[in-house]
């Protein structure tokens, strides 16, 4: 018995990435808005502060969001 795999049309060729350079370029902008949520939350200063309780948390929540869209954005048909 001969053993071959038989090639679907459906699968990426080896050399080509999941994610495109958007998808890439998008990721690391929802990274570095995620780094300055975190960011806004630091310090000593008044815990209680408009910008450590409402502000950052959005920030970080917006950034996530971004990561999502960028994880799920499919590519562009060239």
Known sequence: MSSTKKSDSNTPAKNQFVFTKDNY???????????????????????YDFRKTKLAPVVVVLGFAIEIFAIMKKPKDQ
């Open 25 to 47: 370029m998008w990721m690391l902008i929802g990274l570095l808005v995620v780094i300055i949520g975190f960011a806004l939350m630091y310090g000593n200063e008044d815990i």
